[in-house]
């Protein structure tokens, strides 16, 4: 228990007029003195009715979707039931929101009475500023007398969670360079069967399947078949590579993190919907966690890849940590048609070439790397930049991995969050 300002000099009041009272045998004076004190005197016998009641209170908190994408409104729902026979006339209510979830009005704090016997619910918006997962965990009430002389302030450590997906922006990728990687195929008429069209370059999108086959076979004199759908589809492995150093770099909502998980969930549902079989790994900590046939129920698996990630969290060990990924799975990398890490010139500067050299032997042939440019040529400077990329160009090349650097911006309209 504590007292306010506001009750000291009540009560500083209360005694001074009580002692001129008696010096001055003002009969006024001592009736007001001793109104004053008993009105501080029930103040305080209401405020230890309120803290017993504090027991008494089932607290539970809840969120109207437990799954969103970053930068939405979620609806925070807190509800007390005060199951004790006393009112508590005068509580504060302090919600206490992960890093990266906003609340609308600046602070989620209210102040409630809850008779005795009832309930009250209080409800509050909230953007969600980053994707991965946040941790509501703690909620703070401060339970006073109705003219706020005394309070005490309890925490309760009330968990609920939200998974925030990245934002899905449209991506091109070079085909030739990862035609294996995306296994392009166009469906037969038969169940089962696909043309694969992955090496044929004279149409142009929206063709219908029946002209494509036709100039190949007037041009080569190969009639195409249908092959089988299931064979003949790529299996792909895709590690995102996390720090939590890249939370720092740039401005929210567009720091290195964010562009980076964006560009993942982008590049993810780009390769489902030209039919490859993926399987995704992402580390968050020292160990990589992975999903295994993320093309199947993509919602659902992209669901399972986030929520391993902590908002504002990250991978602890060296990229040459998933090297092991593939074993995690029972499989080997040979396995792979392609096996693709996204990174940025930072990471891969600072970690140098040692893991980066484990990478291209053990996944040897099959390792494209992803390397977002966006907004790091400016951290690390223009010149170095462009010395970094031409040499890591030559690493991977003798290595025989390609390189694939992104054009399409990543970054969010800060006027999306006002």
Known sequence: ??????????????????????LSRNAFS????????????????????ADRSIGKLKITRTI???????????????????????????????????????PENGKAKFDVTVPQGSSIEITYRARVLAPGTHDFNELVLTVSDALNYFYSEYRFNIRTTVVALPLSIPIKIDIESLQRLLSIHTKGKAIGGAYNIANIRDYTPGDDIRRIIWKVYARTGRLMVREDYGEAKARTLILIDIKKYMWNIGEEPNTLAHIQLRYARSLIEYIAR??????????????PKVVESVNTALVESLYRIFSVLDSGGGCESTIEVYTQVPGYLGRVASDYDAVVLITNLITLALEGSIALEELLKVFNGKLVIVVLEDGTREFIGVDKAELFVRSLIEVAERGGARIELPSESFRVDLRWLK
Do not use: W
């Open 1 to 22: 228990m504590k007292a306010t300002f506001t009750s000291v000099v009540h009560l500083s009041i209360s005694i001074m007029m009580l002692f001129y009272a008696f």
């Open 30 to 49: 001592l009736v007001l003195s001793l109104a004053m004190i008993l009105i501080y005197y029930n103040e305080y016998k209401s405020f230890e009715d």
């Open 64 to 102: 109207n979707r437990t799954v969103c994408s970053e930068l939405e409104y979620i609806e925070v729902t807190i509800n007390i039931v005060n199951q004790g026979s006393r009112a508590i006339p005068r509580m504060m209510i302090v919600d206490v929101p992960p890093k990266y979830i906003k």
């Open 274 to 287: 030209n039919g490859a079989t993926i399987d995704a790994s992402i580390c968050s900590g020292i160990i």
